[in-house]
């Protein structure tokens, strides 16, 4: 079965300063991982996603990910933080191949203070 | 990227009614739709695949006669919740899988409705 964990509940950050959001997630396959985004009462969008290919994804709003096989990791991050960024970020996994279902973390809330 | 939208975006029901939250594909066919549970501060729970023209998937502990779902075409699922209880609050949220998509899992996500039930 697969697993996503997202380590940090809740992080605050400096408006301008670097961001990493870290998950780790347990497959028994390749993955197919995603990073979605959540404003309050809002539904989710997706940021970046990763099927196969470089290692590290581009996505929107200024985001990054890095796929870390050995690590079994899919870390988000974000050079310079805007206040806009503020939200609920969720990692999410599924198997490659075949129908799947997506499993997603328990979300990281990210607090941008001035 | 691909739209869907849900309708209700909020809705205050009194204990024993039914509720129908719609969830629509706007520019694409979804054969597979999802419907999500979020509690506050919890992450998304599936409660159910939809598929269009058969019965819905549901997963492990969801009341199948509780959460009735129907999934008439290939741009509309409702789910209905029946006979509402206050511990039926909660924040509903449905996806669906967009052609392009294909097998790799990606989804595109309805604005959520707020439930509250009195």
């Known amino acids: 079965a697969q697993s996503v964990t997202q380590p940090d509940i809740h992080i605050t950050v400096s408006e301008g300063a670097s961001l990493e959001l870290r998950c780790n997630y347990s497959?028994?396959?390749?993955?197919?991982l995603f990073w979605y985004v959540q404003s309050p009462g809002q539904g989710l969008q997706l940021l970046l996603k990763?099927?196969?290919?470089?290692?590290l994804v581009q996505g929107i709003k200024g985001f990054e990910a890095e796929f870390k096989r050995s690590q079994s990791s899919f870390n988000l991050r974000k050079p310079s933080v805007h206040w806009s960024d503020a939200a609920e970020y969720f990692c999410a996994v599924a198997l490659s191949g075949g129908y799947q279902k997506v499993t997603f973390g328990i979300g990281t809330k990210l607090q941008v203070i001035p | 990227g691909a739209v869907v939208s849900q309708h209700p975006s909020w809705v205050i029901c009194k204990s024993g009614t039914s509720v129908k939250i719609e969830c629509r594909s706007l520019?694409?066919?979804?054969?597979?739709m999802f419907w999500y549970r979020q509690f506050p501060k919890q992450s998304l729970m599936l409660m159910a695949t939809?598929?269009?023209?058969?019965?819905?998937?549901?997963e492990q502990g969801v009341e199948k006669d509780k959460f009735l779902i129907n999934h008439a075409s290939l741009t509309l699922s409702t789910l209905t919740v029946t006979s509402a209880h206050p511990e039926d609050s909660s924040f509903y949220i449905c996806?669906?899988?967009?052609?392009?998509?294909?097998?790799?899992?990606?989804?595109?996500f309805g604005e959520g409705s707020r439930l509250t039930v009195l």
């Open positions: 996806s669906a899988r967009p052609p392009t998509g294909g097998n790799t899992g990606e989804l595109f």
């Open positions: 939809s598929n269009e023209g058969s019965k819905a998937t549901y």
């Open positions: 497959s028994g396959a390749t993955p197919y």
């Open positions: 520019d694409f066919q979804a054969t597979t």
């Open positions: 990763y099927f196969s290919g470089d290692t």
